[in-house]
């Protein structure tokens, strides 16, 4: 089947976090060192240097600091690196700017992660239109260069997984096409890890009998795939590997505003029955909420609690968390500190003398699950917890040997006993 060809644009922002990281710290202290131009790194605890890295300056890569790797070893390679902690915050606002001057080329807007998108821009420029493509591409570089201060890499071509192979070679602040007749020679070469869609595990097995590059997969009998991935994963490999791929860019669906709950109470609650009446309902109601967000494969970041007063006021608190949440006990502990403030605190409407009637509990800023998953805070997040397994592995052994050293000297020493 004969693929149909688009003009696909993929737009990664380069070292996302740490340049976005920076532009803060110029906002906040101007004239200080721009971090982008230093030896520095996004990631873990700063103070106490535990975690991973996040995000690394160009300079620090230079170095041989990688994303993923523990802080600590990565201060091995570069004693001098400036440590920066995540701050989400920013990074929601930066990817929220950059997705609206993106959306102004084309409503055919796929947001990836928080730092990369897909462009459809066929209706714009045909795929045979190439000087077009470049033309349009350095506009969108400019743009966000000169309104939002940080660099993208653009990658062109006439699918999703050659534009997005495009965005990732040389950087910062590049335009790179990977038309399908440029495949041999620009993708082929790569390592087969470095293929999209092409995990660890993947690569691992691929390694194991011989294929290392993309060209070998791509040349590779088909069969051989399937028979060491399975059947879909060996066909997907082989197409990707020779740059077909069919997916679209589908633009994100409209996306509840929020999710929440509210439960008018059987008796009115003030302080003598909050603790009896009122907290097993805000627990339920933390619990709905998180259930019906998990259903939705969404998560969210502010948690909102609310109340109708017995005279029908209605009042509320909410705040923002630092990590996005589906997780019940989450949402209770934070409704229940925002309950304490609002009901019970020195202006609490208890000390009022206001008795309420209904109570609400609700998660807003919502994003769905699959994108948080594909951030980079989720990627490390479960680096570190591979590293902790590791570790954990590791002193587990070394526990074990102790035992087993212990019981080979008892057992020496009970042989003596006995013979004495
Ligand atoms: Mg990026």
């Given at each position: 089947m004969e693929q149909e060809d688009r003009t696909i644009f993929h737009v990664d922002v380069n070292s996302a976090f740490l340049s976005w990281s920076a532009l803060k710290r110029l906002e906040e202290e101007p004239g200080s060192v721009d971090l982008r131009t230093i030896p520095s790194a996004v990631g873990g605890d700063?103070?106490?240097?535990?975690?991973?890295?996040?995000?690394?300056?160009?300079?620090?890569?230079?170095?041989?600091?990688?994303?993923?790797?523990?802080?600590?070893?990565?201060?091995?390679?570069?004693?001098?690196?400036?440590?920066?902690?995540?701050?989400?915050?920013?990074?929601r606002k930066y990817s929220h700017a950059l997705m609206e001057i993106l959306a102004k080329y084309t409503?055919?807007?796929?947001?990836?992660?928080?730092?990369?998108?897909?462009?459809?821009?066929?209706?714009?420029?045909?795929?045979?239109?190439?000087?077009?493509?470049?033309?349009?591409?350095?506009?969108?570089?400019?743009?966000?260069?000169?309104?939002?201060?940080?660099?993208?890499?653009?990658?062109?071509?006439?699918?999703?997984?050659?534009?997005?192979?495009?965005?990732?070679?040389?950087?910062?602040?590049?335009?790179?096409?990977?038309?399908?007749?440029?495949?041999?020679?620009?993708?082929?070469?790569?390592?087969?890890?470095?293929?999209?869609?092409?995990?660890?595990?993947?690569?691992?097995k691929l390694l194991l009998v011989g294929i290392n590059t993309i060209g070998d997969a791509a040349s590779a009998d088909l069969a051989l795939l399937q028979t060491v991935l399975g059947e879909k994963s060996g066909l997907h490999i082989h197409n990707s590997a020779n740059g077909i791929?069919?997916?679209?860019?589908?633009?994100?669906?409209?996306?509840?505003?929020?999710v929440s709950n509210e439960r008018t109470l059987s008796v009115d609650i003030d302080r003598d029955n909050y603790q009896t009446e009122g907290l097993p309902v805000i627990h339920r109601l933390s619990e709905k909420v998180a259930a019906r967000l998990q259903k939705a494969g969404l998560v969210g970041q502010t948690v909102t609690f609310q109340v109708k007063s017995a005279d029908f006021d209605r009042y509320s608190r909410q705040t923002t968390l630092s990590n996005m949440t589906d997780r019940a006990e989450e949402i209770e502990a934070t409704a229940l500190y925002l309950a304490g403030q609002l009901l019970n605190g020195p202006d609490g409407l208890f000390e009022k003398g206001i008795s309420i009637r209904l109570i609400g509990v609700g998660v807003s800023r919502l994003t769905e699950k699959q994108m948080q998953q594909?951030?980079?805070?989720?990627?490390?997040e479960q680096n570190e917890e591979e590293e902790k397994k590791r570790q954990a592995a590791k002193a587990r052994q070394a526990k074990l040997n102790a035992m087993m050293e212990q019981i080979n000297g008892r057992f020496g020493s009970g042989t003596v006993k006995k013979g004495e």
């Open positions: 700063v103070k106490t240097r535990h975690g991973v890295i996040t995000a690394k300056s160009i300079p620090a890569k230079k170095y041989g600091v990688q994303t993923g790797e523990p802080v600590v070893k990565a201060l091995q390679k570069c004693p001098q690196l400036v440590l920066v902690p995540s701050d989400f915050e920013t990074y409503p055919l807007l796929q947001q990836m992660s928080i730092d990369e998108a897909f462009l459809d821009l066929t209706d714009r420029i045909r795929p045979q239109d190439r000087e077009g493509a470049l033309v349009l591409a350095r506009q969108i570089r400019d743009t966000v260069r000169e309104q939002l201060g940080f660099t993208v890499n653009v990658g062109i071509s006439t699918n999703k997984l050659l534009a997005k192979m495009a965005s990732d070679f040389q950087k910062p602040d590049r335009t790179h096409t990977l038309y399908p007749e440029e495949v041999p020679a620009k993708m082929w070469p790569l390592p087969i890890g470095d293929l999209y869609g092409c995990g660890k595990q993947t690569a691992q791929s069919r997916s679209k860019v589908t633009p994100e669906r409209e996306q509840a505003k929020s594909l951030d980079l805070f989720a990627w490390a």
